[in-house]
């Protein structure tokens, strides 16, 4: 299956400011998908990502908050912007590899204060 | 839209006793894929299964799929300490969809075992 590299794994921001999350796939995949993750709670799919197109995203999520670059078939980023504390949270991407289901990447820990 | 129920949301057991978690979608599902996620870790993929009726095992761990294609059931025999973690079973979202796409998370069984 995919190895994905995600970075940082934790990151302690204060509010306003924006961070951007990165990972790199191992090898070319099409689509890789952005999620975030409450403390106990289940994943829920912010945006999938294509390369060469604009992302899409699920309701409740827009570009202005959440703008998405995928500029190659290895490497996507996301970035959190303009940083509350209600979105402290864990942010994972992660790429579909058929019968072998989904790879996530490490995941991304965001304190805001 | 597409829901995916998972109970119980937690499980207390002792060591060595059996584990069951339960996955209800609301929609048939072309396949569904279970993942555990160790605490302080990352989803790891268990399994996919595709076929009405299906059962497979891994070790300790034995899968099902309804026959409906639309619940499905994640059974730990004798658990250990290393069970441990949150039981997540996911399907594709939307219609004809595959594992290249989109996938909708039931809530999670958070498993705990006292040794």
């Known amino acids: 299956s995919a190895v994905i590299s995600q970075k940082p794994s934790r990151d302690i921001c204060q509010r306003g400011t924006s961070l951007t999350i990165q990972c790199q796939v191992d090898?070319?995949?099409?689509?890789m998908f952005w999620y975030r993750q409450q403390p106990g709670q289940s994943l829920t799919l912010i945006a999938t990502?294509?390369?060469?197109?604009?992302?899409?995203?699920e309701s409740g999520f827009v570009i202005d908050k959440f703008p998405i670059s995928r500029p190659n078939l290895t490497f996507s980023t996301l970035t959190v912007s303009n940083m509350s504390p209600e979105d402290s949270s864990i942010y994972l991407c992660?790429?579909?590899?058929?019968?072998?289901?989904?790879?996530f990447g490490s995941g991304t820990r965001l304190t805001v204060v | 839209g597409q829901q995916v129920m998972q109970i119980p949301q937690y499980q207390h057991v002792q060591e060595g006793e059996d584990f069951t978690t339960y996955c209800n979608s609301s929609?048939?599902?072309?396949?569904i894929q279970w993942y555990k996620q160790r605490p302080g870790g990352h989803p790891v993929f268990l399994i996919q299964?595709?076929?009405?009726?299906e059962v497979k095992k891994q070790k300790r761990l034995t899968f099902q799929f309804g026959e409906a294609k639309k619940n499905s059931s994640l059974h730990i025999t004798a658990t250990q300490t290393t069970d441990v973690g949150t039981y997540f079973c996911?399907?594709?979202?939307?219609?004809?969809?595959?594992?290249?796409?989109?996938?909708?998370f039931g809530q999670g069984t958070i498993l705990t075992v006292h040794p």
């Open positions: 299964l595709v076929k009405s009726g």
């Open positions: 090898s070319q995949v099409t689509m």
């Open positions: 996911a399907g594709p979202s939307g219609t004809g969809g595959t594992s290249y796409g989109k996938l909708t």
């Open positions: 990502a294509n390369q060469g197109s604009e992302a899409t995203y």
């Open positions: 929609t048939t599902l072309s396949n």
């Open positions: 992660s790429v579909g590899r058929g019968d072998y289901g989904y790879t």
